[in-house]
């Protein structure tokens, strides 16, 4: 969940569908500039999936809206991919049978209460045109949507590496890297580290099967369930695991010791819930008990106590603005809890929105602002480069960054 900082320009768009529209060249399909192509206030674009949860989520719905990239000339690379995959998933089918056609990509936006958005993914449908039935929903892992992802992403893994652990070989399938992702939304966090970390064990806890569900039917998460078509990369399916629990109920039994951990988890009404980070509550002990004692790296989104305008990093006043956003007493709080029971913590704000991202680490003195920019700065290009990244890592670590004092 993020908010928007305010002051923000949000004019509605006149896109049509599966339509291309005049920008600047944006190698990130995921770039802040498309954001309006999603968030038109004007818009509530077309509804896919609405249920009403027994978890306190109120309606969980699911919003579609169209989407200017890959262009069309871009989707034939897609249908080639596709019909290989599809050849060797079927091998005793004729060519004809195995050819696909992308029927386009749209922007899907996970609601809860049909005003809190929880997640934003895109998806490419397709088809088998000798099976119109044959319907495919995928969502495009690579694309990572909404800042506060990247800032989690970016921030979390390079302090992973800058607290020892062996990255490298955890992305190329010759280490092992478990993970554990606190809240599932629309799946976005774990389908990426899942196809970016070849040695990746990702544990998602989410209370609300009708969340999961969602994620599964109308954003295009892969579903693991034998009877289902598998065409993603077979791999994935040992990669991921999503238990639908209570997250403290899970903490208590779990006998995984994780590499690092992300917190994303905001209910219908919008509220980081406070067992979460209650300092004098049995939740936060049980989860630094299941963190690696050396280099176990916690990453938790928050919501600043204020919307306090953040800017691009082209703005001058940017670093003025984002150094105010960690100084709330809700935040200071939940910071404090985290840092009393992983040893070391730091904030850094999120580009454009009123997020904060807090990282817990044990293992590492950050004691001094200049010495976690250092150690960070220098390992920001490695993490980048193993996963590929179409955005600046370093532009992520470097923002409003502040020590938990």
Known sequence: MWRCASGLARNRWGIRRLSSVLRRHVVDEGDW???????????????????????????????????????????????????????????????KDCQFKVLGYQ???????????????????????????SLILMQQSHCLAVPYVKS???????????????????????KSMNILCIGHGGGTIPLFLASKIKGSNV???EIDPVVVEASVEAM?????????????????????????????????????????????????????????????????????????????????????????PTRGDGDDNSLFFQSLLPLGK???????????????????????????????CKGKIFDRRDIVSGQLASKSNLVEALLNLKFSCLNYVKSGLMVVK
């Open 152 to 174: 989690m992403v970016s921030v979390g893994l390079t302090a992973l590496a800058a607290s020892s652990f062996d990255l490298l070989n955890a992305v190329i399938g010759k």
């Open 107 to 133: 922007w899907r936006v996970l609601k809860f209460n049909d005003d809190t958005r929880q997640s934003t993914v895109k998806v490419m449908a397709a088809c088998r045109p000798s099976d119109p039935g």
């Open 203 to 205: 544990h998602v806890v």
């Open 33 to 95: 500039s498309y954001s309006s192509e999603w968030w038109d206030p004007a818009s509530e674009g077309h509804t896919c999936f609405s249920k009403l949860s027994s978890h306190g989520n109120g309606i969980v719905s699911v919003a579609a809206y169209p989407t200017s990239t890959p262009s069309v000339d871009q989707w034939l690379m897609t249908e080639k991919w596709l019909q290989h995959r599809y050849a060797a998933m079927y091998p005793e089918l004729n060519q």
């Open 330 to 360: 809700y935040v200071r709080k939940v910071c404090s809890a985290y840092k009393g029971h992983f040893g070391e913590a730091f904030t850094v704000a999120v580009p454009w929105l009123c997020n904060i991202t807090l990282v817990a």
């Open 220 to 308: 295009g998460f892969p579903s693991f369930d034998q009877t289902q078509q598998f065409i993603w990369d077979e791999t994935l399916k040992s990669r991921i695991s999503i238990h639908v629990s209570d997250v403290y109920d899970y903490i208590k039994k779990d006998s995984n010791i994780y590499d690092i951990v992300f917190v994303d988890a905001y209910d219908g009404d919008d509220i980081f819930p406070c067992k979460l980070w209650d300092i004098n509550g049995d939740f936060l002990p049980h989860l630094a008990n299941r963190v690696h004692p050396v280099h176990g790296t916690v990453v938790v989104n928050l919501h600043s106590d204020s919307d306090v």
